[in-house]
């Protein structure tokens, strides 16, 4: 309780969306990933330092997040996880049948 959205951010293939939601009196964050097409929640780490912002990396395979004391946090995001999204995302279609026409 007491905590307060401070950061969204969506990744490059529209898979993910991170949240950051930041304690004011404690000064600690929690980075959720949530799956963007369905709105499932997918996990989060909690009692970081402040995070002040948030952003997917360009290969959509991390999330870099810079704190309010300076430091900056690098989270990996695994293969597995976007492959598993990609298939509930496009109705179970396999990979394949996007590059096929």
């Not at 993910?16 to 929690?30: D, E, G, I």
């Not at 970081?48 to 990996?76: H, K, N």
């Amino acid at each position: 309780e007491g905590f307060k959205g401070t950061w969204l951010a969506c990744d490059p293939s529209g898979l993910y969306v991170a949240a950051v939601c930041t304690h004011p009196v404690r000064s600690v964050s929690t980075l959720s990933l949530w799956e963007a097409g369905t709105g499932e929640f997918v996990d989060c780490v909690r009692h970081l330092p402040a995070i002040s912002s948030c952003t997917f990396t360009q290969d959509t395979f991390g999330i870099i997040a810079a704190c309010v004391d300076g430091a900056m946090l690098r989270f990996y995001i695994p293969p597995a996880l976007h492959r598993d999204a990609r298939f509930v995302l496009l109705g179970g279609a396999p990979q394949d049948a996007e590059t096929t026409s």
